[in-house]
């Protein structure tokens, strides 16, 4: 969602010359390229590609991964085609963005307010603020969980353990602070310009290198197992839209609530559903957000390119965003739906390990699971029964939840919002479950805090061109701290620490059609683009993917 550029970000009062050889050096290659033709100019594309990649490393961040991993543990292989159309359909309008900042050169709030009209303009940039704000709620909340959970569950405090912070809420609220802390420093360094802060950028984006690299290990792995879950089959068909998972449970749901006696069979689709379309949209929103859409004309501009790089600039989108995204977001799908999907949680249905022993459930599923039964118990009672539940003793509750059909128990253990420290068990077949738990961890903190950094540092970019200054000194530094305050998901937020990014992505995705219909208007704005806007075929084309990319996410938002 961001990148490093975003410390040094241009503003609409400021004019950037810029003198990097190098830059002069690639522009020439491009120039003497398009000379020779296409295949040359192809060539030299790959050989400058790069910039989008990095754009795709920054974007396979926490919230990609855990709305990746929610969606293949509810819907399966179903909905492998989810965030690859989200990416494209996000790709058409970075292009564009790209293309119209390119050739005019123009900062693009400017050229919105003048040329389009100010409320998209200045809807954009507010827009981008509240979900730099909003987005931030979640990376505090869930690397506070992996802290917990996974890599200091002791020191930090986790089911039975107390802690250094004397309970398990008193260590939740220390992690959140200690990330924090480690957020707001680096944020510092990034805009001192510090060396330090890319040795600390290029040792976030080794360890999330390495998480990706160990999902993949997984596919490799269980591709190679004989009785495997992964239909490769079945993987491939999930390729294919299906919009009908918007209004009803993906099959393998499907048969399991068919089980239910049909008087509940009502109760457990709606909440299927629901969750379902969350995180369906959830997924796709953290391919590409509004704020990204502000950072990259910024960053380009600040970079020095101009309409001599249109064509890389689309190109090495298209190329390096898309691919790597597609196959690491697609991996942790596979690798939660072959291990979680219709899958109950040990230890609710009575199972027993190899030597007969009664395997218990993990603590922090059980009150999650209780609350999932007791919504099913209400669904049959009248509003003065569930009233009366409701004032029940706690083990009255509990034999009423031990007398509930096996077929609803066996519902609410697959459905139960599962958090870092069991998803982290969808690398155990490739590193065992203990060293899975730490590996997940430090990756699922390695993401949160690159997001928590760059979401802040778009802050303080947008703040600064509101405002219509240089993108520096301490009017950059207070919109850096604004998205600060996302510390407080970690302090409020009770259920699943890694859901939160459910919510949070669903919310956002209402916010990026602002972006896309201001871009829009202004690719076909005569007076803005001159002689650059496209014409015949080209604008067809362009307008043909830009209006299916407006109408999708808008139609995503509703």
């Known amino acids: 969602m961001a990148d490093q550029q975003a410390s040094s970000g241009t503003s609409g009062t400021e004019k950037v010359m810029h003198v990097n050889p190098r830059i002069e050096r690639d522009r020439q290659m491009i120039l003497d390229a398009r000379k020779k033709g296409k295949g040359a100019l192809a060539r030299v594309f790959v050989r400058l590609s790069g910039p989008g990649w990095l754009q795709s490393a920054i974007t396979i961040g926490g919230g990609s991964l855990s709305n990746s991993l929610y969606l293949g543990v509810l819907v399966g292989f179903a909905c492998m085609w989810v965030q690859p159309l989200a990416m494209i359909l996000g790709v058409v309008m970075l292009g564009a963005i790209a293309y119209v900042t390119l050739s005019s050169g123009e900062p693009p709030l400017r050229a919105i307010n003048k040329h389009v009209s100010p409320i998209l303009g200045w809807g954009w940039l507010i827009g981008s603020m509240m979900a730099n704000i909003v987005w931030s709620l979640p990376q505090y909340a869930v690397s506070a969980g992996a802290l917990q959970q996974n890599l200091f569950p002791r020191f930090f405090g986790w089911e039975q353990h107390a802690g250094a912070f004397g309970s398990v809420k008193g260590g939740t609220a220390a992690a959140a602070v200690i990330v924090l802390g480690i957020a707001l420093c680096n944020v510092m360094l990034y805009i001192k310009g510090g060396r330090a802060a890319k040795v600390f950028e290029t040792i976030v984006k080794i360890i999330i290198g390495a998480i990706v690299i160990c999902f993949f290990g ?25 919009i009908s998972l918007f209004t009803q449970p993906a099959a393998g749901i499907a048969a399991e609530i068919a089980k239910v006696d049909a008087a509940f069979q009502g109760f457990w689709t709606s909440l299927i559903v629901g969750l379902q379309r969350d995180v369906m949209i959830g997924a796709a929103s953290t391919a590409v957000g509004i704020n990204m859409t502000f950072l990259l004309p910024y960053s380009m501009l600040r970079k020095g390119w101009d309409r001599d790089f249109r064509g890389l600039a689309v190109f090495d989108l298209a190329t390096g965003l898309v691919i790597p995204f597609t196959i690491a977001t697609g991996c942790v799908v596979m690798a939660t739906a072959t291990q979680f999907h219709t899958v109950p949680a040990e230890g609710f249905l009575g199972e027993t390990n190899a030597q007969g022993v009664v395997v218990q459930p993990a603590k922090s599923l059980v009150g999650p699971y209780n609350s999932l039964i007791d919504a099913r118990m209400k669904a049959g009672m009248t509003d003065e029964e569930q009233a009366a539940f409701s004032a029940l003793p706690e083990d009255e509750k509990a034999t009423m939840r031990d007398g509930m059909p096996e077929a609803d128990k066996r519902m609410a253990a697959m459905l139960v919002k599962r958090d870092s420290f069991n998803l982290a068990d969808s690398l155990a077949p490739l590193l ?40 520096k000194g301490p009017l950059q530094i207070v919109g850096s701290l604004i998205p600060a305050v996302g510390v407080l998901g970690a302090f409020f937020w009770n259920d699943a620490k890694m859901w939160l990014a459910v919510p949070t992505s669903v919310f956002c995705a209402a916010l990026l059609p602002v972006a896309y219909i201001a871009f829009f208007l202004l690719m076909n704005q005569k007076k803005f683009l001159k002689d650059d806007m496209p014409t015949g075929l080209a604008r067809v084309i362009w307008n043909v993917l830009m209006s299916a990319s407006v109408l999708l996410t808008a139609g995503l938002s509703l």
Not at 225 to 238: I, N
Not at 442 to 453: C, D, E, H, I, K
């Open 218 to 242: 997984v596919i490799v792995k269980l591709s190679l197992v004989q009785d495997s879950s992964l239909d490769w089959g079945r993987v491939f068909a999930g390729f294919i839209p299906d």
């Open 432 to 471: 065992g479950e203990g060293p899975a738990k730490y590996i997940f961890g430090l990756g699922v903190v390695a993401m949160t805090l690159n997001a928590a950094t760059m979401l802040m540092l778009i802050n303080g970019l947008c703040v600064c061109e509101m405002f219509g200054k240089p993108a």
